[in-house]
């Protein structure tokens, strides 16, 4: 491993206890086995179980915190009862990670841990992310971001560490399905999450499922969209989507594209 690792080892060796924002994504899973590494069982590990949560990560969450030998927590999260987050504004995320953090720093307390990192990395900082607004209300820290840490040197990391998502595709949550504006409820989360494992069944990697009301939108990654044009392949996605629930199913010509609802935001909002 180099400095930047080097440097992320003294920067969660400095504490002594933490707790761990952990969604089982490819930049939380690599904090949280190294944060396993410096502290051993003083890092332990908060997840929150929600509707937005895309079907099987709080599996996989669990699943990972056991085969380290580490403490986890699971946290049932209610942001949708928040009238604000559920009317889908532009700064959503805000009110989504201002829910977590104020779990997170709640269950901090009762353990009498001081110090909360989650898994932001350098790229993050230039993207949409009204969330981290919310970190830094709760002062949770960013040790990737302090040791310099991009997308890219994460998964490489992860793969030296032989972690199974050093190749996962990202997979935020499921509200960032839907137009901003567009009510989020319970029942347009099930909806759009049957679908995304209907396509995880049918082994495509990446994509995504908007939801446009009646109309569901296909985002498939460049690699695997000739895929789609297969008719058995197509037919059974077009029938397994209006059992769901949508009465008209699209393909985005585009192909997948990481936040493609933020095209809509003005520049200065992004």
């Not at 904090?31 to 990560?57: D, N, W, Y």
């Not at 985005?252 to 003005?266: C, H, I, K, T, V």
Request: proline share 5%.
């Amino acid at each position: 491993m180099d400095e930047k690792f080097e440097q992320l080892i003294r920067l969660l060796g400095e504490n002594n206890r933490l707790l761990v924002a952990f969604s089982a994504g490819v930049d939380s899973t690599f904090l949280l086995k190294v944060a396993h590494m410096s502290l051993g069982e003083r890092a332990i590990a908060l997840t929150a179980s929600s509707p937005t949560v895309p079907p099987g990560e709080l599996g996989a969450a669990t699943a990972f915190a056991e085969s380290l030998g580490c403490r986890h927590i699971v946290i049932d999260s209610n942001e949708l009862d928040n009238p604000s987050f559920a009317q889908n504004p532009a700064n959503r995320c805000f009110f989504c990670k201002d829910e977590l953090y104020r779990l997170c720093r709640a269950e901090a307390d009762k353990l009498g841990i001081k110090t909360i990192v989650d898994g932001t990395n350098l790229d993050d900082l230039h993207d949409h992310r009204p969330g981290l607004k919310a970190a830094d209300e709760w002062l949770v820290r960013h040790p990737l971001v302090e040791a310099a840490m991009t997308k890219a040197d994460i998964r490489r990391y992860s793969r030296e560490l032989n972690l199974p998502t050093w190749d996962k595709p990202s997979s935020p949550c499921l509200s960032s399905r839907f137009p901003y504006g567009t009510a989020i409820n319970l029942d347009r989360l099930k909806q759009v999450g049957a679908c995304e494992v209907f396509m995880k069944k049918l082994r495509f990697r990446e994509f995504r499922v908007r939801y446009h009301g009646d109309l569901a939108r296909i985002e498939v990654a460049q690699a695997e969209i000739d895929r789609l044009f297969d008719k058995p392949t197509r037919d059974a996605i077009v029938a397994k989507f209006k059992e769901a629930g949508f009465r008209h199913v699209s393909l985005d010509l585009q192909g997948f594209r990481s936040g493609s609802l933020n095209e809509a935001l003005p520049a200065q909002t992004v």
